[in-house]
């Protein structure tokens, strides 16, 4: 059965990074495009970037020259690299096939 588990998600002040990782099992990687997405408490899950088969990657306004996704295809890992982290960041964050599966997400919070 195919899986997505998310890491490295956590509490971080503003201003600091973290890196989330996805690793998929059972499946060949590389033809997918994947996401990371995120849902803040109260509010609709969000496309925060997205990285299409062929390598081309799309970002939320909100988070253009702060996170920066990429894959690792013989790790069967996608990552999402976020930097200068804001308060309006904190959300639970979610990797995403683009044929439908889900991982169970990983909590960011930003706070001091």
């Known amino acids: 059965q195919v899986q997505l588990v998310e890491s490295g998600g956590g509490l971080v002040q503003p201003g600091g990074s973290l890196r989330l990782s996805c690793a998929a099992s059972?499946?060949?990687?590389?033809?997918?495009?994947m996401g990371w997405y995120r849902q803040a408490p109260g509010k609709q899950r969000e496309l925060v970037a997205a990285l299409i088969s062929g390598g081309r990657a799309n970002y939320a306004d909100s988070v253009k020259g702060r996170f920066t996704i990429s894959r690792d295809n013989a790790k069967n890992t996608v990552y999402l690299q976020m930097n200068s982290l804001k308060p309006e960041d904190t959300a639970v964050y979610y990797c995403?096939?683009?044929?439908?599966?889900w991982g169970q997400g990983t909590q960011v919070t930003v706070s001091s």
């Open positions: 995403h096939r683009f044929d439908g599966l």
């Open positions: 059972g499946s060949i990687f590389s033809i997918y495009s």
